[in-house]
């Protein structure tokens, strides 16, 4: 791992084209894409964006993000003994946006993140509630994904890509999400004591400026997954082109104990858009991780991503390769300081 803070020397440009194959990562599963609006009981435009978790007999459970023909979307879960096929999807909704009681959700609720809270033996479900003054963060506690105990609004607008540690830090609950002002869209960390008050708010992970990749907006995508070696965090990386966004996932390591610190950050990117159903749907271009599930070896990471905001796909990597990787080709990074 190199320290280094700033602007890549031409050392690292070097090492990296001398790396004559991009390492694999996460490898695509062959059955992709594994659900499709044709495999929905009922009418919807799309489905997309899915927050996963392994149900206490094995069972994967999928809440995905369905988008009805108003453009406004609601969640529905989907479960299957394999995690790849023979899905079992609600015959309705889930969850449907609550805008009368939850006025925040007047356009919908949108990318769910599921971590489960083992203190509380029950699921947090964070999500992107869309209203009026754009999309704001919101949780719910469920024991069941049937029953949903809203906490509403926990960060207002604009703010999104946000998701609770399984755990306490310290005294208090963590939550990264990514708010957006005139410093631009970063990835924050806030803390509370109770999951309705948030405060210490911290910039933990900076947009980069200019042609990289992963310039001037970044968010978390799935949960952080907790390691040995610290909290390993895949977040996405925006593009701005001529032709449109180009959605790309990233790879950051933070402090165990501290996980404001980031202990180290890929430069490239290691999971992009290529395969049809990734280049082509509503919105082209996008790969769009909202959750994963451990395999029975604790090392099998099960990413489950929005194709192209049309479909749902599984790519399969290892905790123990991202951590090598990021050995290999990581930058020490100095404290975020972009406000
Ligand atoms: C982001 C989110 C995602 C979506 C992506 C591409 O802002 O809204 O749900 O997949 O844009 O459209």
């Known amino acids: 791992m190199r320290k280094r803070n700033v602007t890549p020397a031409n050392g690292d440009l070097v090492r990296l084209m001398n790396n004559q194959h991009h390492d694999d990562l996460f490898r695509r599963h062959p059955r992709n894409p594994i659900l499709t609006p044709a495999d929905w009981p009922y009418a919807i435009n799309s489905v997309f964006n899915a927050a996963a978790t392994l149900l206490p007999d094995g069972t994967t459970l999928l ?17 299957s003994d394999n995690g790849v096929d023979g899905w079992r999807i ?36 964070v ?63 806030s803390y509370s004591p109770d999951l309705w008050h948030w405060g210490s708010h911290r910039m933990i992970l900076e947009a980069r400026r200019g042609a990289w990749w992963d310039a001037n907006k970044i968010g978390l995508s799935p949960p952080p997954i907790e390691t040995p070696r610290g909290w390993v965090i895949l977040y996405h990386g925006v593009r701005q082109t001529p032709a449109g966004c180009l959605y790309r996932l990233g790879l950051a390591l933070f402090d165990l104990q501290t996980p404001e610190r980031c202990l180290c950050r890929g430069d490239t990117w290691i999971f992009g858009p290529e395969e049809y159903y990734e280049r082509f749907g ?33 790519a399969q990597g290892s905790i123990q390769e991202m951590l090598d990787w990021l050995d290999r080709q ?8 972009g406000w």
């Not at 809440?63 to 479960?79: F, M, Y």
């Open 282 to 314: 509503d919105v082209g271009n996008v790969i769009f991780p909202c959750g994963y599930t451990i395999g029975p070896d604790g090392d099998t990471v099960n990413l489950f991503y929005g194709g192209a905001d049309s479909c749902i796909a599984l």
């Open 330 to 337: 990581g930058s020490v990074m100095g404290p975020a300081d």
């Open 63 to 79: 809440l995905c993000r369905v988008e009805d023909r108003r453009g406004h979307s609601h969640l529905c879960a989907a479960t």
């Open 127 to 189: 999500y992107t509630a869309y209203s009026r003054g754009g999309p704001g963060v919101s949780l719910a506690m469920t024991k069941d994904f049937k029953t949903f105990q809203r906490y509403g609004a926990i960060m207002s607008p604009e703010d999104k890509d946000a998701a609770l540690f399984p755990h306490r830090i310290g005294e208090n609950w963590a939550l990264i999400h990514r708010p957006v002002g005139p410093i631009g869209a970063h990835i924050w960390i």
């Open 90 to 125: 609600d015959p309705q909704p889930t969850m449907l946006p609550d805008p009368e009681n939850y006025p925040e959700e007047i356009w919908g609720i949108e990318d769910p993140r599921i971590t489960y809270v083992p203190e509380l033996e029950q699921y947090a479900v």
